[in-house]
T-cell receptor, first 111, second 108 residues
Framework: GAVVSQHPSWVICKSGTSVKIECRSL??????MFWYRQFPKQSLMLMATSNEGSKATYEQGVEKDKFLINHASLTLSTLTVTSAHPEDSSFYICSMAPEAFFGQGTRLTVV | KNEVEQSPQNLTAQEGEFITINCSYS?????LHWLQQHPGGGIVSLFMLSSGKKKHGRLIATINIQEKHSSLHITASHPRDSAVYICAVKTSGSRLTFGEGTQLTVNP
């Protein structure tokens, strides 16, 4: 079965609304979770590193107030895209450290 | 120049062919991953290597640390192997740096 469960797998939302994406580790305690986004035909781009119980570390150019990350427990990390715009439409995927276990990904479309 | 370079970018093969995808990197690494991304987007880790060679079914991965090079081989390729194959290296801590990926299409 899946080691990291991510949902929703796809979501369509209106501009200006917020969307929450969850990643749950199923069989282990994930102290660190990575959040990536991927545009079509491009490689994964690291957005932020989420550590349980502390503030996330964001990569340069990623707005921390727009992409809210919460890692409140050892089994759950969430990414909330706030005030979504069409340019936020992308594929978002989480991965836990240190092994490369990935969630199934979330395809976000903002209309 | 990217820290992780893959070749080829696109590869089309006939069912049954032997396939090789290459990955070169320019940074110090603690491990290298080969990942498979399906058309729906889901990513599966195929191998994690720090030295030598690993085999799983029809898949073989090798790494040469001195030459900073790794290869992924698929024997007796099948249409279900069609996917994007991504090389990723683990650098500082648990961060991964990704190659651009190789789009593999295996025709029946």
């Amino acid at each position: 079965g899946a080691v990291v469960s991510q949902h929703p797998s796809w979501v369509i939302c209106k501009s200006g609304t917020s969307v929450k994406i969850e990643c749950r580790s199923l069989d282990f305690q994930a102290t660190t979770m990575f959040w990536y986004r991927q545009f079509p035909k491009q490689s994964l781009m690291l957005m932020a590193t989420s550590n349980e119980g502390s503030k996330a570390t964001y990569e340069q150019g990623v707005e921390k107030d727009k992409f809210l990350i919460n890692h409140a427990s050892l089994t759950l990390s969430t990414l909330t895209v706030t005030s979504a715009h069409p340019e936020d439409s992308s594929f978002y995927i989480c991965s836990m450290a240190p092994e490369a276990f990935f969630g199934q990904g979330t395809r976000l479309t903002v209309v | 120049k990217n820290e992780v370079e893959q070749s080829p970018q696109n590869l089309t093969a006939q069912e049954g062919e032997f396939i090789t995808i290459n990955c070169s990197y320019s940074v110090g690494i603690s491990a290298l991953h080969w990942l498979q991304q399906h058309p729906g987007g889901g990513i599966v880790s195929l191998f994690m290597l720090s030295s030598g060679k690993k085999k799983h079914g029809r898949l073989i991965a090798t790494i040469n640390i001195q030459e900073k090079h790794s290869s992924l081989h698929i024997t007796a390729s099948h249409p279900r192997d069609s996917a994007v194959y991504i090389c990723a290296v683990k650098t500082s801590g648990s961060r991964l740096t990704f190659g651009e990926g190789t789009q593999l299409t295996v025709n029946p």
